[in-house]
């Protein structure tokens, strides 16, 4: 990235000291004094009252959050707290388990994403899923990037630009601009990962999943994919699962922190306990929980 663009992230950035202690690095984007009474950010989708089932067992319990615009939303929590469960359902991909069943309303810009006339992969074009590990499809990286737009029969005046402009948006045009037909397997982990996410973005979504999309990567490339997603935000609404706190509270505008609780019959279910701006969330949360989990006292 040129050094103009990295300024501009800088300024985009304030640093915050967290509580217990904790040095945490969250987006500037929280409503200044002068702010008040303006409208809210917009929301893209909107949970409420949200149940994930997988046959009789209801794995996920009356979640209810807005997905803001241009807006990174971290989910955090221990493992089995159903953070990735939720992020599969705002794309549908539950539905490729067998059983898996959501209640209650998941909207996206005010269409319920569960009507039967709505189609699972129109709604996957528009939001797009970037997984734990990278998953380049064993082709080109001209293929793997133009791969989206063919099988949607998505038109496209010039493929070539495309695949430029969305290897640009994923900050790795310059890297492999020379070495396009070469197989995608033969990158680096870190550039696996941006691969996938401009196979993501070629495809013109509006929303961007990414389940733990760092978790296999170095702490170089870690960064170069931290520093894209905050690029991205500026044109995409992002949803990141992450088990790195400290990455949370680098990248996100808001966080929802998950749990796992079990109820009277002796059943493990996931639960949202508190979500709201990173900075509050780290600094000042509402819950004990919360505290609990960000100072490390459980999780």
Request: proline letters at 5%.
């Amino acid at each position: 990235m040129s050094e103009t663009t990295t300024q501009q992230q800088d300024q985009q950035r304030v640093q915050h000291r967290g509580v217990g202690g904790v040095s945490i690095t969250a987006r500037q984007q929280h409503p200044t004094p002068a702010d008040q009474g303006r409208p809210q950010t917009e929301a893209v989708i909107e949970l409420r009252n949200v149940d994930v089932y997988y046959g009789d067992y209801r794995a996920v319990r009356n979640v209810t959050m807005p997905i803001g615009k241009n807006q990174i939303t971290a989910m955090i929590g221990p493992s089995g707290c159903g953070k990735s469960t939720v992020l599969r359902s705002l794309n549908r991909m539950n539905d490729l388990i067998p059983g898996a069943r959501v209640t209650g309303s998941i909207t996206y810009r005010g269409q319920d994403l569960y009507a039967p006339e709505v189609d699972p992969i129109e709604v996957r074009r528009r939001i797009g899923m970037v997984f734990q590990k990278p998953n380049p499809f064993p082709k080109s990286i001209y293929d793997n990037i133009a791969y989206g737009p063919r099988v949607t029969g998505m038109k496209v005046s010039n493929m070539d630009d495309l695949v430029e402009e969305a290897l640009t948006g994923a900050a790795l045009w310059d890297e492999v601009k020379d070495k396009l037909k070469q197989s995608a397997l033969a990158l680096s982990g870190g550039q696996q990962q941006r691969l996938c996410i401009a196979r993501t973005i070629a495809v013109k979504p509006d929303v961007i999943l990414m389940d733990e999309p760092c978790s296999a990567l170095d702490p170089i490339a870690t960064g170069k994919i931290e520093d894209l997603m905050v690029e991205l935000a500026r044109n995409y609404t992002i949803v990141i699962v992450t088990h790195n706190m400290q990455q949370a509270a680098r990248v996100s505008d808001k966080t929802a922190f998950f749990t796992a609780e079990v109820d009277d019959k002796g059943e493990r279910y996931g639960v949202l306990v508190e979500f709201d701006d990173t900075q509050k969330i780290f600094t000042n949360p509402s819950k004990k929980q919360t505290e609990d989990y960000i100072t490390g006292r459980f999780g």
